[in-house]
């Protein structure tokens, strides 16, 4: 049930307030505490706590700047960071002593902060911080002690950055077992949301979420920062030969994890009676891996996985029993065949997570393949242009980060002009509010609207029962730590938590200032307020650039980079040829495009039901795409079951048919058409339907005289099987994709 409706919005109020799965960040938080607690303290001992709560917003902004990465990085960004936030501290302060002049110099300053986004969300983060502090100084530090005041807060943010990256800085492998830890972590919840597969009434597709195109990101991450950090080239340390194991071993691993979950859904269909038994073994797993990722980022032992060798071999045991029975029926021996095969994909994941539980034990023992050593760079997607190129690209109406900065930029000139003629006091709390409120997709800023306006209400009125409790200025130095050390902790687990911490920290810091009382609180509120309307109503009418125009693009792009996948993997099969490195990269490229186009389908939805279009229909398309990529990726797990033999008749001509239906819906989506040609798959796939009847028929006359002798008539029935279970899956889907698709290109 929805708890706050708009009209044509649907806004779920516990969306914005959920926590995300992350941990409390602690080592973050203490860190914090400490850097704050510095500046403050000097400047209290001094007898200037004014000066010290500077030093001390020096640090902050210095420390919100790191956005993670090797240490290398992280020192790179907290410099560019410092340095960008003491410079606006500068410049606005100069530029405060003309309102026109203000204005002018606010607006091209937020614009070329707006344009940062194209550089990477490091530019981005240090951008949005620059104009932050900018609107601040303009809005409290004359042009006389901006100099001093930009001096200090570069002391406070050098502080910050040498006790991030010097004190602070404990382990030099920490960063990548941050990384490979994380992938783990994604891998027990794919798993955890695929044990809802064996419910029988959950849908297909739940366990089918962003996690997957996550991943991608994740592993991509992971090695860059493993390819960062080590700079020995005589050899690995047993620490990056934990790490790089763990981190090769997670590629592995989810695709294991896809063609188990996509097998799972078969034989918990089939086979109804062995869903407890399922759930307990996807259970374990998920748990090992969870296990798997708290050593990886602790540098323990891990734990044996007791409970998955149990559940292992208890449904093995289920297995053996029913492969026992010696009269068949020709679905019976479908259904078996199915579950041999789950049982194969079940014991390689198992074996993948027990290898690495032992390398992670025992590293010592574990030697590295020649292969393995030093891994090359994964090649990427697309080529990287200079940041002139990126720019001048950009510097048009067409361009959506464009549009955003000029909105941004206008309305936060709007908004501070309009409160310095009304003669508001700290009316730079609009301006800045909208600043850090605005989106550029309009449900991303009716979400972050909510979140702010939610923990800004609650962090006032906790600021202003401080502001009337806690008139010891010592006593507010302490709080401003505690404040620091609860913000930073909480920060990654929701935004608007993070906000409940952050009103009412720089709420006291405002009084060593003595910038106001316990009511500069309540003003605080609804300036917050009035500024989260201002955002969504400018949104709405200024340049918007709505989801529904984009996505038939995105959706195209995205089905034929699915369409490569299929192909590639198939030619395995034709060919009778083993996997190819090509494989590894076509898939990433499928991987990524069903992450953005899931993306988009997000923002479609927080978008106003007026402007979304045929929403159903988009989400179906995005749903199945993400399914025909997991399902061709079990078909690519399954490809290491090809033999010598020739492939099965029909499967070539099947092929270009899918192959066909599915350009055929790229058009159709981009031209906003009607499909060209009718589909005919499900008659091709009847003359391979035959052929892998005709196999089982073969197999059960040859079991009635001997069960046990394997025959090729055994290894291909254990190829062409499943192979033909997951062709009809994937016919399945583009049929739905066709009819979704066929709905969109008429809605127009």
């Known amino acids: 049930m929805h708890v706050l409706r708009l009209p044509g919005l649907d806004l779920d109020l516990r969306k914005e307030l959920r926590l995300t799965r992350t941990a409390p960040a602690i080592e973050s938080g203490l860190r914090g505490a400490v850097a704050m607690a510095v500046p403050i303290a000097v400047g209290l001992a001094a007898g200037a706590p004014a000066l010290g709560s500077v030093a001390a917003l020096g640090c902050w902004f210095t420390l919100l700047a790191d956005i993670g990465g090797t240490y290398s990085q992280k020192a790179r960004s907290m410099w560019a960071g410092n340095l960008a936030v003491s410079t606006a501290i500068l410049m606005g302060g100069l530029a405060a002593r003309i309102p026109v002049v203000t204005w002018l110099v606010t607006f091209a300053w937020v614009l070329a902060g707006g344009l940062g986004s194209l550089f990477g969300p490091t530019a981005a983060q240090i951008s949005l911080l620059a104009s932050v502090m900018f609107l601040i100084s303009s809005g409290v530090i004359g042009p006389v002690n901006s100099w001093f005041q930009a001096g200090l807060c570069l002391a406070g943010g050098a502080w910050a950055t040498l006790l991030s990256l010097g004190v602070w800085s404990i382990h030099p492998n920490r960063p990548v077992r941050e990384a490979v830890s994380r992938l783990y972590i994604t891998l027990s919840t794919l798993l955890q949301d695929g044990a809802a597969a064996v419910e029988p009434a959950v849908d297909e597709t739940p366990w089918r979420s ?117 009269v068949m029926e020709r679905d019976e021996y479908r259904t078996l065949a199915s579950f041999a095969k789950f049982m194969r994909h079940a014991s390689l994941l198992a074996g993948q997570f027990r290898r690495l539980a032992e390398v992670l034990g025992r590293p010592e023992r574990i030697r590295l393949d020649t292969a393995t050593m030093f891994p090359g760079a994964s090649v990427p997607l697309t080529r990287r242009t200079n940041a002139g190129q990126i720019l001048r690209a950009n510097l048009t109406l067409r361009s959506v980060p464009f549009r955003h900065a000029l909105r941004v930029a206008f309305l936060t000139v709007a908004t501070q002009a309009a409160g310095s003629l009304l003669g508001w006091q700290r009316s730079y709390w609009i301006p800045i509010t909208v600043l850090i409120i605005m989106k550029a997709d309009y449900g991303g800023t009716i979400s972050r609207a909510i979140q702010r306006t939610i923990g ?86 200024l340049l918007p650039d709505w989801e529904r125009t984009r996505l038939p693009a995105q959706v195209a792009k995205t089905i034929r980079a699915n369409l490569t996948y299929f192909q590639k993997v198939m030619g395995l099969y034709i060919s009778r040829s083993g996997a190819s490195a090509e494989i590894d990269q076509v898939h990433r490229a499928a991987e990524v495009e069903d992450a953005n186009a899931s993306a988009a389908a997000q923002r479609l939805l927080a978008e106003p039901r007026h402007q979304r279009g045929d929403a159903e229909s988009w989400i179906t398309l995005v749903v199945y795409l993400r399914g025909l990529t997991n399902s061709t990726t079990t078909l690519a797990e399954h490809a290491r079951e090809i033999s010598d033999g020739s492939a099965l008749p029909g499967l070539s001509e099947l092929t270009a048919a899918i192959a066909g239906a599915l350009e055929d819906l790229a058009q159709t989506i981009e031209n906003k058409q009607k499909c060209s040609t009718l589909f005919q798959l499900d008659k091709e796939f009847a003359r391979l339907r035959a052929e892998v009847e005709r196999l089982h028929l073969a197999r059960l006359q040859e079991r009635s005289a001997d069960a046990d002798t394997v025959t090729p008539t055994v290894s291909a029935v254990r190829e062409n099987t499943f192979l033909s279970i997951e062709l009809d899956q994937i016919i399945t889907k583009v049929n739905v994709l066709r009819d979704a698709t066929e709905r969109v290109a008429g809605s127009g």
């Open 456 to 541: 800004t209400t609650l962090g006032g009125l906790i600021a202003a029962i401080l502001a009337v409790g806690v008139q010891s200025v010592a006593l507010q130095g302490v709080l401003i730590a505690i404040l620091a050390f609860v913000a930073f902790t909480v920060r990654p687990l929701n935004y608007a938590i993070f906000t409940i911490a952050l009103t009412p920290l720089f709420m006291v810091m405002a009084n060593l200032l003595d910038e106001g009382d316990w009511r500069v609180s309540l003003l605080r509120i609804g300036y917050t307020v009035l500024g989260g309307m201002i955002c969504l109503a400018g949104g709405y009418i």
């Open 210 to 326: 962003q996690s997957l195109g996550e991943f991608t990101q994740q592993l991509e991450t992971a090695r860059q920062v493993w390819a960062a950090v080590r700079t020995k080239r005589n050899g690995l340390s047993e620490s990056e030969r934990q790490l790089l194991i763990a981190q090769e071993n997670a590629q592995q691993s989810v695709r294991s994890v896809v063609a188990y979950i996509e097998t799972l859904g078969v034989i918990a269909r089939d086979l109804p009676d062995l869903r407890a038994t399922l759930l307990q073994l996807t259970t374990a797993f998920a748990t090992t891996a969870g296990e798997l990722a708290a050593s990886i980022l602790k540098r323990q032992r891990p734990a044996a996985p007791v409970t998955m060798e149990a559940a292992l071999a208890n449904l093995n045991d289920v297995f053996n029993e029913r492969r026992t029975a010696t």
